[in-house]
């Protein structure tokens, strides 16, 4: 008869009416009591992303309006107001608890960006070009620093049995960020100018301030303590150096993460010509807004696909096929990419091969060159990890915007033998990884 009332109780429980609170629990991962705090992690990684794809576009249009030798500079401007943020933001972090840092750090982009939209809305042609500089490398920074500050935060908040539930879904927030800002550009783009964008992405960040304050409300007394510089210290980037230097696995995975950089801005850099040359008849703002449309449009598709390969085909490429091969795919992309820009320079072109490339680096090649310091100790992770996804990524940025305008000068066959000798090298360092990936993981 008890085991009957039990059955019983049992059905009833399974059959109690979904609340919209079980349900946001059931899809985020959360457990009832954690969920205003899961969601507003979620509201606030959509808010940061959503606000830096809307201005992203907008960098990207403001580069194209200028002369190659201009944009290289740029690219070079950037790597020096990296490091130099590094040193701030190390001195920062050792006199501040993490939860007065991150909020500075909010406060900081929000009047930042208020301040760029007001000069966006003001400025006049004698101050076009300083305004166009500070913005590009503004934005290209705030990228480096808002991803690691907002994963420094989410990881103390959670403990680890926690963030396997939730991480996912803070993931999804991310990505539903970047695809709602790329489309809002992609749409409006031509009709909005770029004092709106910037404005409404302020707004995005102050929303992301305001969940960032709820959510350090659960931060860990003893939170912060042990973190480092976002991005990794200038200290920090020394020893990881060493270490790529003394480590023939990790010297090889540097040079891969340059010959990306490298390439990938060399392809960006056609973007930037194509983009100039197609709206080159048209008055300077209205040119932008045309530029800034197609750069969103691109942005949105390389979301979307990133998303569905995901969802879909990631796993399965790198379970079946293995890490080399994933690896392999983004080089022979990009060798594509190079080559069918060269000789069909159209926007046409442009946006399906820039979506193609993206997607499948964001997508295939990115995780599975996470997978390779799954082998190498945590000391040898962290510093050289910190060194080669910030350092030398953005030096090789640096290194192709020169080259770029370089090997332009050396006529179309030059180019094409040394970009297609590069890709090619590019992808043989990708295979050489995965297998030296596969002989310390059966030797474990």
């Given at each position: 008869?008890?085991?009957?009332?039990d059955?019983?109780a049992?059905?009833?429980?399974?059959?109690?009416?979904?609340?919209p609170?079980?349900l946001?629990?059931?899809?985020t991962?959360?457990?009832?009591?954690?969920?205003p705090?899961?969601?507003?992690?979620?509201?606030?990684?959509?808010?940061?992303?959503?606000?830096?794809?809307?201005?992203?576009?907008?960098?990207?249009a403001?580069?194209?309006?200028?002369e190659?030798?201009?944009?290289a500079s740029?690219?070079t401007?950037?790597?020096?107001?990296m490091?130099?943020?590094?040193?701030?933001?190390?001195?920062?972090?050792?006199?501040?608890s993490?939860?007065?840092?991150v909020?500075?750090?909010?406060?900081?982009?929000?009047?930042?960006?208020?301040?760029?939209?007001?000069w966006?809305?003001?400025?006049?042609?004698?101050?076009?070009k300083?305004?166009?500089?500070?913005?590009?490398?503004?934005?290209?920074?705030?990228?480096?620093?808002?991803?690691?500050?907002?994963?420094s935060?989410?990881?103390?908040i959670?403990a680890?049995d926690r963030?396997k539930a939730?991480?996912?879904?803070?993931?999804?927030?991310?990505?539903?960020?970047?695809?709602?800002?790329?489309w809002?550009?992609?749409?409006?783009?031509k009709?909005?100018?770029a004092?709106?964008?910037?404005?409404?992405?302020?707004?995005?960040l102050?929303?992301?301030?305001?969940?960032?304050?709820?959510?350090?409300?659960?931060?860990?007394?003893?939170a912060?303590?042990?973190?480092?510089?976002?991005?990794?210290?200038?200290?920090?980037?020394?020893e990881?150096l060493?270490?790529?230097l003394?480590?023939?696995?990790?010297?090889r995975?540097?040079?891969?993460v340059?010959?990306y950089?490298?390439?990938?801005?060399?392809v960006?850099?056609?973007?930037q010509?194509?983009l100039?040359a197609?709206f080159?008849?048209?008055?300077?703002?209205?040119?932008?807004?045309?530029?800034?449309?197609?750069?969103?449009?691109?942005?949105?598709?390389?979301?979307?696909?990133?998303?569905?390969?995901?969802?879909f085909?990631?796993?399965?490429?790198?379970?079946?096929?293995?890490?080399?091969?994933?690896?392999?795919l983004?080089?022979l992309?990009?060798?594509?990419?190079?080559?069918?820009?060269?000789?069909?320079?159209?926007?046409?072109?442009?946006?399906?091969?820039?979506?193609?490339?993206?997607?499948?680096?964001y997508?295939?090649?990115?995780?599975?060159r996470?997978v390779?310091?799954?082998v190498?100790?945590?000391?040898?992770r962290?510093?050289s990890?910190?060194?080669?996804d910030t350092?030398v990524?953005?030096?090789?940025d640096?290194?192709?915007?020169?080259s770029?305008?370089?090997?332009?000068?050396?006529?179309?066959?030059a180019?094409?033998?040394a970009?297609?000798?590069?890709c090619?090298?590019f992808?043989?360092?990708g295979?050489?990884?995965?297998?030296s990936?596969?002989?310390?993981?059966?030797?474990?």
């Open positions: 008869m008890d085991g009957e009332q059955q019983q049992g059905t009833t429980r399974t059959q109690a009416p979904a609340t609170i079980r946001l629990s059931k899809f991962g959360a457990e009832a009591r954690e969920l705090l899961v969601l507003a992690s979620i509201l606030c990684a959509f808010c940061l992303f959503c606000g830096y794809s809307l201005a992203k576009p907008l960098r990207d403001v580069a194209a309006g200028h190659k030798e201009w944009v740029l690219l401007g950037t790597l020096i107001a490091l130099g943020a590094s040193v701030v933001v190390g001195v920062l972090v050792s006199r501040l993490w939860r007065r840092f909020l500075a750090a909010h406060a900081v982009w929000v009047l930042g960006a208020i301040g760029l939209a007001v966006f809305k003001l400025h006049t042609a004698a101050s076009a300083a305004l166009d500089s500070t913005f590009f490398i503004a934005v290209s920074v705030f990228n480096l620093l808002s991803l690691s500050i907002f994963w935060t989410v990881t103390d959670f680890s963030a939730v991480f996912p879904a803070i993931g999804l927030g991310l990505t539903a960020g970047n695809i709602a800002g790329s809002t550009v992609s749409t409006y783009g009709q909005v100018d004092s709106t964008l910037v404005f409404a992405s302020a707004a995005l102050a929303v992301s301030g305001i969940c960032a304050a709820f959510m350090l409300r659960s931060l860990p007394a003893h912060g303590k042990a973190h480092r510089t976002p991005g990794g210290s200038i200290t920090d980037a020394i990881g060493r270490l790529a003394r480590s023939d696995y990790l010297g995975l540097a040079f891969y340059l010959l950089s490298v390439t990938g801005t060399l960006w850099m056609q973007q010509a194509i100039k197609e080159q008849s048209l008055a300077a703002d209205v040119a932008r807004q045309n530029r800034t449309a197609v750069s969103g449009t691109i942005d949105l598709y390389a979301n979307i696909l990133t998303a569905i390969l995901q969802l085909i990631a796993g399965r490429i790198l379970r079946f096929v293995g890490v080399s091969a994933a690896l392999a983004t080089p992309t990009t060798l594509a990419a190079l080559l069918a820009l060269y000789f069909s320079p159209t926007v046409a072109m442009l946006i399906p091969v820039q979506v193609a490339r993206r997607g499948i680096h997508a295939i090649d990115r995780p599975a996470e390779l310091y799954t190498v100790s945590p000391q040898e962290y510093k990890k910190n060194l080669i350092f990524y953005r030096f090789g640096a290194v192709g915007g020169w770029e305008a370089l090997v332009a000068k050396l006529g179309i066959v180019s094409l033998a970009f297609g000798t590069m090619l090298g992808a043989g360092i295979v050489s990884l995965g297998q990936l596969r002989k310390r993981e059966s030797t474990k």
